[in-house]
């Protein structure tokens, strides 16, 4: 696969992961077991999108080793793997989350634009 297609399932995977966020939100704030089910699925796929092409990508710039940009973007990948968890029990927190879901998006966002150097 060449490095411009890398990219493109790079941002879909992206589009997808926050889809599914969102509608996990809604489907927890209504108690809907259909629509959990989906973006429980489509949330697990677009992590493996984005994780999949997001090496892919690495390999196709000729990255060796982890820079920590990347290292900084594979905790964000675990925060919004992990964030299901604070959808499903935080009943309160479900609108901040909705909030807050995007712009930690962003931080990722950011790093694969701009590559920052360490330190
Ligand atoms: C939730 C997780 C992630 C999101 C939302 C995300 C989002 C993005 C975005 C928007 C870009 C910019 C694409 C562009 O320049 O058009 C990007 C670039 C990049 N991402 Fe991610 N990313 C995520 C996780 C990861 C992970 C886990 C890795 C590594 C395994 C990764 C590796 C990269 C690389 C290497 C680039 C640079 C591409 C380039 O310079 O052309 N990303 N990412």
């Known amino acids: 696969m060449d490095y411009l297609t890398y990219k493109v399932l790079h941002l ?3 589009f997808f992961l926050f889809s599914a966020l969102a509608g996990l939100i809604i489907a927890a704030k209504h108690s809907d077991a259909q629509a ?3 973006g429980s ?4 796929l ?3 999108v984005l994780l ?20 900084i973007k594979l905790v964000v990948w675990l925060v919004l793997g992990g964030i299901v968890v604070l959808i499903k029990r935080w009943a309160d927190g479900r609108t901040i989350l909705w909030w807050i879901i995007p712009l930690i998006g962003a931080i990722a966002a950011y790093l694969g634009v701009f590559h920052p150097p360490a330190g």
């Open 46 to 48: 677009s992590l493996v």
């Open 12 to 14: 879909v995977g992206a």
């Open 41 to 44: 699925i489509m949330h697990g």
């Open 36 to 38: 959990r089910k989906l």
């Open 52 to 71: 999949v092409s997001g090496f892919g990508l690495m390999a196709k710039l000729g990255i060796h080793g982890i820079p920590s940009w990347v290292w």
